[in-house]
């Protein structure tokens, strides 16, 4: 599938998609502000081009979590992925492995973390929330690493979750079964509707052994007010106590909280507002990246996450001190609009734009990238 950027596949994804999903992809909470603030953040900034270099080869291979990544960026944990394409989620971890880049399975994943752990040479991460019964997160950590884990990427910027007014229009968070208005525009996106009905009833493959519900909907649900709003770092603790692997800290804006997480022991953080799913009006998280950074203070490792769309994005992330970025609507969409010819086409056209920029910026390694960051970026004056 070609690739010619990652706004045509949301384009391509959302002929695709029926309502209910286009709209839990793309959609943010409250006025949707952090949403758009994410994006412009990126615009804030420009990349001066550089001459005369040998750039004939490009090195992307990164360092990040103890690993050696293929480029500097992971597939961040995404809700519903299976609800994309049947199976999306073991395309989108097959078409990770091949570009050798982590993808973090969320605790809302169709397939289960015991499937996705069967991708060769798969680098995944799980994706957890401490939910109220304790003994459903330590079955949780139990089973990431029976599928042999190494890390776990913990959510703690969902205690509630707020109004997002595009789910609230189209049922999302009060439908327990498909609704008349969700059938119809189910019939009206064949092509997708289809591709489900050949993969069988859809549900939570993480949470089926957990008895929340007959349907995915119930399952979202029950699942969603199992997580706890009395979270505290007290529970930080307990959980690095519990988990002996890599401990990932999602959710992270504000420098005194990086230096908690690190201080309890995380192995890094991931500068995250939820994609503007979460607090509205919230800070974009590239204007936040800086003064975490200078928090964690070279401890542990920091990835951005929330409004990367292409290679640019990417390297100016990493000039502002970022070890790596996650991308989570770029691979949904890649999904949504080929499956894994899609997600394929994406990771490798992103990888190809950051070398493109790294190239006529006149930098050859990620490394160079990290050191000579502040001297190639420029804030934009008009």
């Known amino acids: 599938m070609e690739f010619s950027g990652i706004d045509d596949m949301r384009r391509l994804a959302n002929r695709r998609l029926p309502r209910l999903f286009r709209d839990y992809v793309d959609g943010g909470s409250f006025q949707e502000k952090t949403l758009e603030a994410?994006?412009?953040?990126?615009?804030?900034?420009?990349?001066?081009?550089?001459?005369?270099?040998?750039?004939?080869?490009?090195?992307?291979?990164?360092?990040?979590?103890?690993?050696?990544?293929?480029?500097p960026f992971m597939l961040a944990p995404l809700g519903f992925g299976g609800m994309m394409w049947p199976g999306g989620e073991s395309f989108a971890a097959s078409a990770a492995a091949r570009i050798g880049v982590p993808m973090g399975v969320s605790t809302f994943s169709i397939t289960s973390m015991e499937e996705l752990s069967r991708t060769n040479d798969a680098k995944l991460y799980s994706q957890i929330y401490v939910f109220r019964d304790r003994g459903l997160t330590q079955d949780m950590l139990a089973r990431a690493r029976a599928c042999g884990f190494r890390t776990i990427i913990l959510t703690v910027d969902t205690p509630i979750t707020p109004l997002r007014r595009r789910d609230a229009r189209n049922g999302f968070r009060r439908l327990t079964r498909p609704s008349p208005a969700l059938l119809a525009s189910m019939a009206l996106h064949p092509r997708w509707s289809l591709g489900m009905a050949r993969g069988g009833k859809p549900r939570i493959g993480n949470l089926e052994p957990y008895d929340m519900g007959a349907t995915l909907l119930e399952q979202a649900g029950n699942a969603a007010g199992q997580i706890d709003p009395t979270l505290t770092w007290r529970d930080l603790d307990w959980l690095r106590a519990e988990w002996a692997g890599k401990l990932v800290v999602k959710g992270v804006m504000e420098s005194d909280d990086a230096r908690a997480c690190m201080s309890a022991g995380a192995d890094g953080v991931v500068v995250s507002?939820?994609?503007?799913?979460?607090?509205?009006?919230?800070?974009?998280?590239?204007?936040?990246?800086?003064?975490?950074?200078?928090?964690?203070?070279?401890?542990?490792?920091?990835?951005?996450?929330?409004?990367?769309?292409?290679g640019g994005d990417v390297v100016t992330a990493l000039a502002l001190g970022a070890t790596a970025v996650a991308i989570g609507r770029p691979w949904a969409w890649g999904l949504a609009a080929g499956g894994h010819a899609g997600v394929m086409a994406t990771l490798e056209g992103l990888a190809k734009e950051i070398r493109d920029v790294m190239a006529l910026a006149g930098l050859t390694s990620i490394a160079a990238l990290r050191d000579r960051g502040a001297a190639i970026l420029r804030a934009r004056t008009n």
């Open 273 to 310: 507002n939820h994609g503007g799913r979460q607090m509205d009006p919230a800070p974009a998280t590239l204007d936040v990246l800086q003064d975490v950074v200078a928090a964690v203070a070279g401890r542990g490792d920091v990835i951005l996450d929330s409004g990367v769309r292409c």
């Open 38 to 71: 994410n994006r412009a953040a990126f615009g804030r900034w420009t990349i001066t081009p550089r001459c005369l270099s040998d750039v004939s080869r490009v090195d992307l291979e990164t360092g990040c979590l103890g690993e050696r990544w293929g480029a």
